[in-house]
């Protein structure tokens, strides 16, 4: 990964687990860094690809849609951009139209992504010798990353395998490695490919859900964006 790294900021909360008995615990994974500045901002990618690489917000809430084959509420989703909800009643009716328009065009511009890759911060804890493993924070069997629509919806995006990429292989020396090309930091960069699988119908709670399932991850200093290591999930067992 050549020069700076766009990562998305997050808070990782941690709950007991629900549906798992394993050693694993909950993790949410909230994206701080969505502002009114992306939500004004509606902008079609250059070109359409298989692969989504740092999706916008909206991006991601008009794939919900595409997953699930439903059509997108364009109406409320222009309504609820800061441009048009300032607008006067003189303005609002041109402006709106417009922002739909480019919603649409945004929504071409990837109905083809099949795959969306999140660049998500995250730690890793304490090198275990006996399993030849670093534990990662931000994915287990409940994880999910949540994006906030225009019309204040919120699409969380589950790592329906996570568990799998929580536990990131490597032997004694590499592990070695990894802690002093990252400056000693745990933290790390989690640069992880998803493949999408469906979205559940809306339940009236505002809360869109996307299953996608991770297929590999690229870590990555935090400082010096150096590649530290390459692990694939997918059907791992």
């Known amino acids: 990964m050549k020069g700076n790294i766009n990562v998305q900021k997050i ?3 941690k709950e007991p687990s629900v549906r798992s008995k394993s050693r ?3 993790v949410k994974i909230r994206v701080l860094y969505l502002s009114l500045s992306i939500l004004m901002c ?3 990618p250059t070109y359409a690809a298989a692969t989504l690489r740092s999706p916008s917000s909206i991006s991601i809430c008009l794939l919900y849609y595409k997953v699930l084959g439903q059509q997108v509420p364009y109406d409320s989703f222009a309504d609820g951009l800061p441009e048009v909800e300032r607008a006067n009643e003189f303005q609002k009716g ?3 139209a417009g922002k739909i328009s480019q919603l649409k065009d945004v929504y ?3 109905s083809e992504t099949k795959t969306i890759q999140l660049n998500i911060e995250m730690d890793i804890g304490t090198y275990d010798a006996d399993l030849s493993e670093y534990t990662v924070s931000g994915f287990g069997p409940n994880s999910y990353v949540e994006f906030i629509c225009p019309d204040r919806s ?3 995006v589950f790592f329906e395998n996570g568990i799998y990429a929580q536990s990131w292989s490597l032997d004694p020396t590499a592990a070695e490695q990894v802690l002093k090309r990252n400056h000693d930091s745990r933290k790390v960069v989690a640069s992880t490919s998803i493949d999408l ?6 339940n009236g709670d505002n ?3 996307l299953h996608g399932k991770v297929i590999a991850v690229d870590y990555f200093s935090r400082f010096t964006n150096a590649q530290l290591g390459h692990q694939a999930i997918g059907d791992k067992k």
Do not use: E, G, Y
């Open 11 to 13: 808070v990782v909360i």
């Open 24 to 26: 694993f615990q909950r």
């Open 42 to 44: 509606v902008t079609a």
């Open 94 to 96: 041109k402006l709106k």
């Open 108 to 110: 071409q511009s990837i």
């Open 154 to 156: 919120r699409v969380h």
């Open 197 to 202: 699988i469906s979205s559940d119908k809306p």
């Open 207 to 209: 809360i869109l859900v």
